[in-house]
């Protein structure tokens, strides 16, 4: 059965795109594995570092977790207008195994925030560079007003529809892709 890896731009132990995912999780129909990045802790990315110690361990785990993924689905925080330092951290170690690090795979940009905008920067961000890294993106959406759109682990809403239907486009790409 093809699978979906899932994880959230997010370090925090209560993060929201964490919990957006969980909930997002019951609507997939295929194989869905959410990972958090807290178990793939890296330090901070640096070129002196990766001469000396090479890729971590946890890093090149989280590219082998990718491979063998028919597609992926990021919900990325935003801090300061942009991806949160751990995200942008993870895809510079990355990268240094594989440049095209997305691996061609379907992937699916969602975010939220507490705040009106949803993350959308950050968002617009990964949307705008992540296919120069091997994205091929199916679609995105910026989840605004976490606390009122998600209560007790459902989404609420319109909002709810278009996921399912953004899920739906993921699977029936990675479905047609043998
Ligand atoms: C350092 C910092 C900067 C932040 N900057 C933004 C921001 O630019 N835009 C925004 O919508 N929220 C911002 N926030 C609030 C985050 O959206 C909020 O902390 C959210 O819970 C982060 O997602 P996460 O829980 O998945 O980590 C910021 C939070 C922190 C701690």
Excluded at 5 to 28: C, D, M, P, R, Y
Excluded at 46 to 61: A, T
Aim: glycine residues 8%; aromatic residues 6%; charged residues 20%.
């Amino acid at each position: 059965m093809k699978k979906i890896l899932a994880f959230a731009g997010s370090n925090s132990s209560t993060s929201i795109n964490h919990q957006l995912l969980e909930a997002l999780g019951k609507e997939v129909e295929v194989n869905f594995e959410l990972i958090s990045l807290c178990d793939y802790g890296a330090p901070l990315f640096g070129v002196d570092l990766k001469n000396e110690q090479g890729v971590p361990e946890s890093m090149q785990s989280l590219h082998e977790k990718m491979k063998s993924a028919d597609g992926l689905i990021v919900s990325a925080a935003e801090h300061n207008g942009s991806m949160a330092a751990v995200l942008k951290n993870t895809f510079d170690w990355l990268s240094m195994l594989e440049k095209k690090f997305f691996l061609h795979k379907p992937t699916l940009f969602i975010s939220t925030s507490p705040g009106p905008r949803g993350a959308a920067s950050s968002l617009k961000h990964l949307v705008e560079i992540m296919p120069f890294r091997g994205a091929e993106i199916v679609g995105h959406k910026s989840v605004p007003s976490f606390y009122d759109t998600v209560v007790d682990g459902e989404i609420r809403g319109e909002i709810k529809d278009e996921l399912v239907a953004l899920i739906r486009t993921l699977e029936t790409t990675i479905n047609q892709e043998s």
